[in-house]
């Protein structure tokens, strides 16, 4: 019953911040859940449910990134492959490791693997929440298709990390 109720208490939590984003709509929708968020967090209450990951990705993540990337111009992604396999794959492992390492300079108690794969989840950025933030900026069109397709991909990329 308690999953229940927790998954009922985000789920109006994510309610009321699509409301406060169409009311104040300068602000981005991803702001609004990241501070609701936090006040959850900080309420004394323990908010308590388990979920099988490789459900998660099936049906939340696997659903996201195909609604994502049926937006996305396939001529775009083929035209700037080089520059957003580059930011995808290339970046990411790079800041994998040096993220992963300086994490664990700084908390020498944890262990590398673990610095790894902390850094692996905080290192590439998501698509909804690059269009998210993005929404309603003028940038170059190049720019937005490079930072669409390696949002896109690192979504992947990120998922593979962490399982290894």
């Not at 609701?36 to 967090?41: A, D, F, R, V």
């Not at 609604?67 to 995808?88: D, H, M, T, Y």
């Amino acid at each position: 019953m308690s999953t229940l109720v927790t998954l009922l208490g985000l789920l109006v939590c994510t309610k009321i911040s699509t409301v406060f984003s169409k009311k104040w709509s300068n602000i981005p929708l991803a702001i609004y859940q990241i501070v609701l968020g936090i006040i959850l967090s900080i309420l004394p209450f323990k908010l308590s449910f388990s979920f099988n990951p490789e459900i998660f990705v099936i049906c939340i993540i696997a659903p996201l990134l195909f609604s994502e990337g049926q937006n996305v111009s396939r001529k775009e992604l083929l035209e700037l492959r080089k520059p957003i396999l580059l930011l995808a794959f290339g970046l990411v492992l790079i800041t994998v490791f040096a993220g992963g390492i300086f994490i664990h300079f700084l908390i020498p108690r944890m262990p590398l693997s673990v610095s790894l794969a902390l850094a692996a989840v905080i290192s590439s950025t998501d698509l909804v929440a690059v269009k998210s933030i993005t929404q309603g900026l003028n940038f170059p069109k190049n720019m937005m298709s490079i930072l669409e397709g390696e949002s896109l991909l690192n979504d992947d990329d990120r998922i593979i990390n962490i399982m290894e």
